[in-house]
């Protein structure tokens, strides 16, 4: 940096230049505050008649991998995996500042607040001025780069907002990414496309697609495209720009020069031994010509970087300067290629600028194979455990922001202490990472995810305290029960006499089912008008003793729903009953095998066969002649194209009562489930354990059930996309290319991330899960889902431990529990049903506990509704946003095409929502809350132009299948 003072004498070779542009001083590294010329404006300008390259130095940070979040912050553990982020930012900062041309992305937010946080005052001037002047830019910005086939839209949407906030308020209208960037995730669905629009993203770029379809691609010049990600929304709406990258997110072959590579440095000093820049110069001419052959314009983005690099950014940006002056330099002797720094953004306006057609996508791009026996469709359902809890913990974090609002300021400090959102907001951030829900993280890191979960919950539970207390008008204790799945809970098991408070975070009635371990055998149960409610007293089951291991003694289960009226009967069998049924289901069993054999919907007289039963595929050690892999983390690679099954017959045992008729199956000493209907579900429930997989044989074992039905399928079946719109599948094929089916089970499993089905003209059969898992249909009437795996090898993807999860608790293997929920319908009125169930799913209502008496006062029933909503709209998120507002989103959560009651446009009164809050004012904003919806304008790849509302109306009208995000100005009544 060369500092001119004109009151100093200069020494003779400094030369000092003031340029004077009318009356303004230019420095040419820009420390004084200039204009901000970020975004578009900020981009180096391109040579229209050579082949320009887009150079973009960047690194890629996992938000926890073989390494926890902090330990890749601070680069602790290198002997793991040498990675250091604190390190990254200074060094790239601090190279950033040595040449203005100079260009870094950074994507991960929750890396970059951690550093933000520790800088002086004088550095974040310093990079703020980087960011105004686009020499910083962020890009995609949310709190982590997502995992697109495990995660839940609510969750993406609320980590995004998180990270494009602190953007925002940090940094201004510079600091908002103009582009998506998920380069490592491995496939991609096409409910995130339609998000990044709605979050205002001018385009998409990725680095990972099938071999196949990017083979395709290059030969058609097809890796960039517009994605119409959504079949409900108005295009432009969910349309989005897709460019799929050369290289996945590398630098070409023989250009890496970060520490962590080999490739020779640019040597230039024709003095010195092995010079070499007429080679590099060659090669890399060489390199960037093949790269256009495959691309449409004349321009090409070349990543410069990888995970972890620009550590010492030094060795990066030095010979990327030498890299771009010697290959320019040959312009002046004919060479029609042309360097420069870039950035996505600058890349992606070169090619809005260029006006072509693009080829339109409706698709998805699952799954994803990188060679013939490479399915990455095992991660659908790896660590199953944790991708239930990451579930749970949405709906915790949904009630907890839901409460605080509620609750006013007296729920973040209140008789409890002082709770707060934040921790948990930040670890379920975190956890939406591409290998942490994705479960392809080393065993420590996926503990360390756990462990924050449970760190933000226990700071939830204090806000929710301190909010109920203030809601309920009494300060005692509340206790929570965060095991009732498992039958343990130490207040019910013990107390002769207790109140359970249940809040239901969604925005219509529910009729609920709790089941309580208790250790009596006779209790009356009444609500809050003192009415007594219909209960039964079960046995605790074998299966959930021998999970529950030494952590909780009840004998029994207590069990009513909340809000049913007494009827009063039961009656407990030995043995299948030939059927159980309540007044919208009845279901059959077949008395020899004690398994499932038919389902009806007494309402629509429907019947269909349904046999269900557990199997396990034999994982591939990669030991066969096809190919080495195994079986991982990541890959799913059976052995055999059939599976074994666990065993043909069940050993039954069923309780029969008014309020819940259940089944209770014993396949195996580590497969076990409970088939339950409860008196006023429309959903069959079938609660599965699996565990601990056995693996004395030494065989590593993915364990799935299978329903076979009587519906008439041909190849088809359908999966959601993120929890949102269903995409239909069809087995061995894929929509845009000629598919050469390799793999004939992994090829054709899908995510699930809550609902699958399978339809002919009458029926349709609906399976609701509670976790992402992954499935297919393997032949026609038949849906299997897949439920826990536990394999011996690594899969060779980088996490180089086999996928065997175990524990203090569960040294022999974990246990796994979860449900799936049936429903019957006709395909015309499937989704009424489906779409509330799979709600109620993600948020499920909060039981809190109360010992002895409530006192007098409490106030025993609370509505924050003025009145429940529309059935088509859902309450997708409403939590405090600063002193005097709160955001708000409202969800279509039916498609235009699902339901002739629900498909059609639905308008909510603002004003009229809350019982406790007055609505002072109304601005709309995009999806991810960072920008206000007036002011989103996105390029036009097409020509239709989408409608906005005025945003001052407090009447909203939600189309099917749109959110509306809103920040409501409010004070309290
Ligand atoms: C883009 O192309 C269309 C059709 O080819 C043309 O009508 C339009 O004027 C072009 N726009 C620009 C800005 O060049
Ligand atoms: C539960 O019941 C068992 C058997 O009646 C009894 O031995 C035990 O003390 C009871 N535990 C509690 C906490 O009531
Ligand atoms: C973005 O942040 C600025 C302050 O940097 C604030 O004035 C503005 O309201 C924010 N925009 C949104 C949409 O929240
Ligand atoms: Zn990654």
Redesign the pocket.
Known sequence: MLVCNMALRLRPVTVCFLVVFSGVFSFPLGQQKKETTCGYQSCHATKPDMLNVHLVPHTHDDVGWLKTVDQYYYGDRNNIQHAGVQYILDSVVDQLLKNPDRRFIYVETAFFYRWWKQQSSSMQQTVKQLVDEGRLEFVNGGWCMSDEATTHYSAVIDQMTLGLRFL??TF?VCGRPRVAWHIDPFGHAREHASMFAQMGFDGFFFGRVDYQDRARRMKDKEQELLWRASSSLTPPMADLFTGILPNGYNPPDGFCWDQLCDDAPIRDDPDLEDYNVDDVVTRFLKAANTQALAYKTNHIIMTMGSDFQYENANLWYKNLDKLILYVNANQSSGSKVNLLYSTPSCYLQELHRANLTWPLKEDDFFPYADAAHDFWTGYFTSRPALKRYERISNSNLQTCNQLEVLGGPASRKGPFGAGDSQTLSKAMAVAQHHDAVSGTEKQHVANDYAKRLAEGWQHCQVLVSNSLASLRGSSAEIIYCDNLNISVCPLTEASKKFSVGVYNPLAHPVTWPVRLPVNGTAYGVTDATGKPVDSQVFPVSRSTQDVRRNRGFARNELVFQVQAPPLGFSTYFRGAPPVIQNKYLQVTFDPDTGLLSGLSNLETKQTIKLTQNFYWYNSSRGNNAESKQPSGAYIFRPNSSTPLVVSKTAKVQSFQSSVVQEVRQRFSPWVSQVVRLYADSKALELEWTVGPVPINDWQGKEVITRLDTSIKTSQLFYTDSNGREVLQRRKDFRPTWELKQTEPIAGNYYPINSRAFLKDDEDQLTVVTDRSQGGSSLQNGSLEIMLHRRLLFDDYRGVDEALNEASEIFPDGLVVRGRLFLTLDHPASAADTHRPLAQQVVLQPLLTFTDGDLSPETQLEFSGLQAALPSAVHLLTLSQWDKDSVLLRLEHQFQSDESQVNSRPVTVNLQKLFSTLDVLGVSE?NLS????KDEMKRFEWSPQKGTFEDPSVTEVTLRPMEIRTFLLRVSRR
């Open positions: 925002n308020e201004g904003l809350a960072n920008q206000w």
